[in-house]
């Protein structure tokens, strides 16, 4: 998984597996959490968001889990494609003043997916 | 297209001379915001603009600037560039109802 301030952790699985991409984060005050894919050479994706008045939120093949006692973030990617390969970060919300909102990240997990 | 858009997508520049990168967003979004991408530092926000007219500094200001005369437009300049400004910048825009950050492709600026 990732956490702030080391290098950028891999993840490798086989393609049709799951795989689990976990997070801690920083602020037990923020109250919003996504979960964004940069592929090779792109800009970040998004992915799925969750509230912190939830523990969990389904997308397309995607799952996330929040648990808030421990500050942990996770991300579930059912049966792996080719096409997952990215690099992933979680984000957190963070009040920057002056009226704005705005995002913090992780330093992001490569999803490596072996034929 | 619509969407945000970033320019150029790569530029070397001579240590000293100023270079101004460009982002335009079509969707009419309060927020804009210019980020830089460091291995082992992911991303950093540099300013952000919560409207036209209003700007802020991010974490790692010094050494840019910007401007937000339209609501499309959050050009960010270098005005004296340096090496380590090499990096790959990404502009992202949002709402103002919404956290969810929608991001250029970036631009891959290297200072020689």
């Known amino acids: 998984g990732e956490s702030v301030g080391l290098h950028l952790p891999t993840l490798s699985v086989q393609e049709g597996d799951n795989s689990i991409i976990n997070c801690a984060y920083s602020?037990?005050?923020?109250?919003?959490f996504i979960w964004y894919k940069q592929e090779s050479g792109k800009g970040p994706q998004f992915i799925i968001d969750?509230?912190?008045?939830?523990d969990k939120r389904q997308g397309q093949r995607v799952t996330v889990l929040l648990n808030k006692t421990v500050k942990h973030l996770s991300l579930q990617i059912a049966a792996t494609q080719p096409g997952d390969s990215a690099v992933y970060f979680c984000?957190?919300?963070?009040?920057?003043?002056?009226?704005?909102?705005?995002?913090?990240f992780g330093k992001g997990t490569h999803l490596i997916i072996q034929p | 297209d619509a969407g945000i858009t970033q320019s150029p997508r790569y530029k070397i520049t001579e240590t000293g001379r100023q270079v101004t990168l460009m982002c335009h967003q079509t969707?009419?979004?309060?927020?804009m915001f210019w980020y830089r991408q460091d291995l082992g530092h992911g991303l950093r926000l540099i300013y952000y603009?919560?409207?036209?007219?209003?700007?802020d500094k991010g974490e790692v200001p010094d050494g840019y600037v910007v401007s937000r005369s339209k609501t499309e437009n959050f050009p960010l300049t270098l005005e004296s560039a340096t090496r380590s400004q090499t990096s790959v910048y990404f502009c992202?825009?949002?709402?103002?109802?919404?956290?969810?950050?929608?991001f250029g492709p970036g631009t891959r600026l290297t200072v020689t």
């Open positions: 992202a825009s949002s709402g103002a109802a919404t956290y969810e950050q929608y």
């Open positions: 602020n037990s005050a923020s109250d919003y």
């Open positions: 969750i509230r912190s008045n939830m």
């Open positions: 984000a957190e919300n963070i009040w920057l003043g002056g009226g704005a909102d705005g995002l913090t």
């Open positions: 969707w009419s979004h309060s927020y």
């Open positions: 603009s919560a409207a036209a007219d209003i700007t």
